[in-house]
């Protein structure tokens, strides 16, 4: 059977046969698995379909057992994304993020909607790109069903307008805590609570609410930005389990 598929390449590598396996990202099918013997060093349209930040229309044969590219055309291509240090790298961080948290075959429609418009606004981004990325994480979160609690104390159920700030985000927890619940936590050990110098439950609620275009210009003030960094890794990295966002660029 023939099916064709829009989509966004993941990763790829090298397997037998002079062939390739491609993990792209489809909006009808999820993510998939297939292999192609396309030449990647070809000038064919269907070659330049296989690069990496091209949304593309593939032709996948499925087989009884595996999926094969057999051919594919561009739709777009966000090449500038390659002329530039920190779109590249915060794009690489994005695809390797949707490689390992979406599940084979489980298509997620609005996710990849969102990911075109992740890859439309990092291509023309005039900032050092980051923010771009902190907020299609977060939007990504409710998405995967595991966006924090920012409605209540995520412990004992204290309404928001009943904590004071500065609000404290709990990562071990999963959402906001009230100080008493916080100290509790804090008596066990191993804890994950946050308490950046800007209101993180605002921030997060920011990235979420707002369109990824209105990020495009925006630079965090550094330590805001480390501190979202810090908050973000250890949230993905306990709930999806998965961390693009280890160190700032260019640091370390
Ligand atoms: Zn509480």
Same mark, same amino acid.
């Given at each position: 059977m023939i099916v064709s598929a829009?989509?966004?390449?993941l990763r790829q590598r090298?397997?037998?046969? !002079? /062939?390739? %396996?491609?993990?792209?990202?489809?909006?009808? *099918?999820?993510?998939?698995?297939?292999?192609?013997?396309?030449?990647e060093r070809s000038k064919s349209k269907a070659a330049l379909a296989l690069r990496p930040f091209t949304h593309a229309e593939y032709d996948i044969f499925k087989g009884r057992e595996a999926y094969s590219i057999n051919s594919a055309s561009v739709l777009h291509s966000y090449y500038s994304?390659?002329?530039?240090? !920190? /779109?590249? %790298?915060?794009?690489?961080?994005?695809?390797? *993020?949707?490689e390992k948290v979406l599940d084979e075959g489980v298509a997620m429609p609005a996710l990849f909607?969102?990911?075109?418009e992740f890859l439309d606004s990092v291509a023309v981004a005039k900032s050092s790109a980051e923010t771009l990325l902190f907020a299609f994480i977060v939007k990504s979160l409710r998405m995967l069903g595991v966006m924090p609690e920012l409605e209540c104390c995520v412990n004992c159920g204290r309404a928001l307008a009943d904590i004071q700030a500065p609000r404290m985000l709990s990562v071990s927890s999963g959402g906001?805590?009230?100080?008493?619940?916080a100290e509790v936590e804090n008596q066990g050990g191993a804890s994950l609570i946050y308490k950046p110098s800007f209101d993180i439950?605002?921030?997060?609620?920011?990235?979420?609410?707002?369109?990824?275009?209105?990020?495009e210009k925006i630079d965090m003030k550094k330590e805001d930005a480390n501190a979202a960094r810090e908050i973000l890794?250890?949230?993905?990295?306990?709930y999806l389990d998965v961390n693009v966002l280890g160190k700032p660029y260019g640091e370390g």
């Open positions: 829009e989509g966004i390449v090298k397997i037998a046969n !002079n /062939r390739r %396996m491609i993990v792209i990202f489809t909006r009808q *099918y999820g993510k998939l698995s297939a292999g192609t013997s396309i030449n994304i390659g002329e530039d240090i !920190n /779109r590249y %790298m915060t794009a690489a961080a994005f695809l390797e *993020y949707l909607k969102l990911s075109l906001i805590v009230c100080p008493e619940c439950i605002n921030v997060l609620r920011y990235f979420e609410s707002k369109p990824l275009k209105a990020f890794a250890n949230y993905t990295e306990r």
